[in-house]
């Protein structure tokens, strides 16, 4: 069964540095979002991204974030300047279509900001 | 208001019980309504969907959905250990991309 993958599954990060955390959606799927989840908390949408361009996006991806496809299977979400704030699991999700349609979730990346 | 508003639990049910678990939201324009379910440190597993008012079954899972009343629910018969996770309900609006996650509601299966 085709799944999302995610790499890396732990990423640790200092103040300040930049990461870029990746994603291969499943390959008929044409829709890619950004998730995250603070420990015990529920999870929050970040970005949506159909067409090598962002359909939506919330209040939490300010200018630290963004998203690039750059290739033809991978999808990648950048922190330009982590603060300690970011630590959280990052999950994608990607969906045959928009708007209502299934999402299914990666495994996620767990970033550590110290 | 939240958007989407579940009990965080824990709801306790013995095993081969059936588990009903709950969820509400606030924006009339949602279309559809997902049921995820999330084992501790693991993503969130899309087990069921529903667009439509009433009931919708796949195996032992049951979705029902009353717009009206804003209000989706999720019955699980014959209730596992396995089935011990938290359970999270999301929300969609026509016309945006994103989903509106519950907090989860937290089920543990007493064997």
């Not at chain 1, 979002?33 to 529920?42: A, F, S």
């Not at chain 2, 899972?61 to 596992?80: C, E, G, H, M, P």
């Amino acid at each position: 069964e085709p799944e999302v993958t995610q790499t890396p599954s732990h990423q640790v990060t200092q103040m300040g540095q930049e990461v870029i955390l990746r994603c291969v959606p499943i390959s008929n799927h044409l829709y890619f979002y950004w998730y995250r989840q603070i420990l015990g908390q529920k999870v929050e949408f970040l970005v949506s991204f159909y067409n090598n361009e962002i359909s939506e996006k919330s209040e939490i991806f300010d200018d630290q974030f963004s998203v690039e496809r750059p290739d033809g299977s991978n999808f990648t979400l950048k922190i330009r300047s982590t603060k300690l704030e970011d630590s959280a699991m990052y999950f994608c999700a990607s969906s045959t279509s928009g708007s209502s349609y299934e999402q299914y979730f990666g495994p996620g990346t767990r970033l550590t900001v110290t | 208001q939240k958007e989407v508003e579940q009990n965080s639990g824990p709801l306790s049910v013995p095993e081969g019980a059936i588990a009903s678990l709950n969820c509400t939201y606030s924006d009339r324009g949602s279309q559809s309504f997902f049921w995820y379910r999330q084992y501790s440190g693991k993503s969130p597993e899309l087990i069921m969907f529903i667009y439509s008012n009433g009931d919708k079954e796949d195996g032992r899972f049951t979705a029902q959905l009353n717009k009206a009343s804003q209000y989706v629910s999720l019955l699980i018969r014959d209730s596992q250990p396995s089935d011990s996770a938290t359970y999270l309900c999301a929300v969609s609006r026509t016309g945006t991309y994103k989903y509106i996650f519950g907090t989860g509601t937290r089920l543990k299966v007493l064997a």
